[in-house]
């Protein structure tokens, strides 16, 4: 969004008359965090008055939805969806360009209900297995912080989770155009199939390897497959999977590195039973938690 949008946006929004509204402010916040508009703009109760205006911005909250619309004769604006995938659930669509996404637990994809314009752009806040369907004159963009990702017309992974310090994107097939902007600095890196990028979101570096067919997406049909990934990685994707929390008291053991698939459907204790017998490590489950230690 361009910075006249922006301000269009934010001085509507600041006119609206009302009272504010906790859920509406955070899903316009979401919004804003995806689409990349800065600073932090009250959220407030629609009036008849407000309604009866040239632009008018819906906000409609459902169980897992949020819908956004934007209109104004002077702005042409796209109205957006929201999709959760709560913990513990995995959720797929078909967009409106007829390509498809598979959202990890814990994730959400902010898209426009129709895309318009020159691009295809989406908004990923967590782990998506996306199959594009192919457009070259209309490129598809993942965007996620600092990361974003286009292509024409492929399949590809990305992992964005906002409680991990890396940020991969693997390519399944097809091409992948991955940049990542840091300290206003922007790289781009071009990824084949079978590859994976990592991004560091600390340290800013980029990190280009090869990973397993398998490896890639194995997530959708209820499997897991870690490569070269550290412990604390690991089960944050249970907790999330698993609805349960884990704790790593030691910093330590939090980076031990793995790579250990599971793939026949194994229970969270079979799975923290195997990766504590290999890193000579044990678990003990509280009730309300699980603790790993050395």
């Known amino acids: 969004m361009d910075s006249f949008k922006q301000d269009r946006l934010k001085d509507f929004w600041d006119s609206i008359p009302g009272e504010s509204s906790a859920e509406s402010e955070a899903a316009f916040e979401r919004f804003c965090e995806g689409t990349g ?56 669509l078909v967009l409106p360009d007829n390509s498809k996404v598979w959202l990890n637990s814990g994730s959400r ?40 990702v286009r292509v024409l017309g492929t399949e590809f992974n990305m992992t964005a989770y906002d409680d991990l310090r890396y940020v991969s994107v693997s390519l399944v097939k097809g091409a992948v155009d991955m940049s990542v902007a840091k300290k206003d600095i922007v790289r781009n890196i071009l990824l084949s199939p079978g590859e994976v990028v990592r991004f560091d979101r600390e340290d800013g570096t980029l990190e280009k390897t090869s990973i397993p067919p398998a490896a890639q997406g194995s997530w959708k049909n209820g499997d897991f497959y870690f490569y070269d990934q550290p412990l604390a990685e690991i089960t944050s994707q249970f907790e999330r999977s698993f609805g349960k929390r884990i704790v790593i008291p030691d910093p330590s053991v939090r980076d031990i590195h793995y790579t250990i698939a599971f793939v026949n459907g194994e229970t969270l204790p079979r799975m923290l039973s195997a990766i504590t017998e290999i890193g000579k490590l044990r678990f003990r489950d509280n009730g309300d938690y699980i603790v790993i230690s050395r």
Not at 117 to 137: C, H, M, T
């Open 37 to 92: 508009i800065t600073g932090r703009a009250p959220v407030r109760r629609w009036r008849y008055a407000a309604m009866a205006a040239a632009a008018v911005l819906l906000i409609a909250i459902t169980s897992g939805l949020t819908i956004l619309t934007f209109g104004n004769k002077d702005m042409e604006m796209p109205e957006y969806v929201e999709l959760r995938a709560a913990p513990g659930v995995r959720d797929s």
């Open 109 to 148: 994809l902010l898209y426009p209900k129709r895309f318009a314009g020159d691009i295809r752009k989406v908004f990923l806040f967590g782990e998506g297995y996306f199959s594009v369907q192919a457009d070259p004159a209309h490129p598809f963009i993942v965007s996620s912080g600092e990361v974003c």
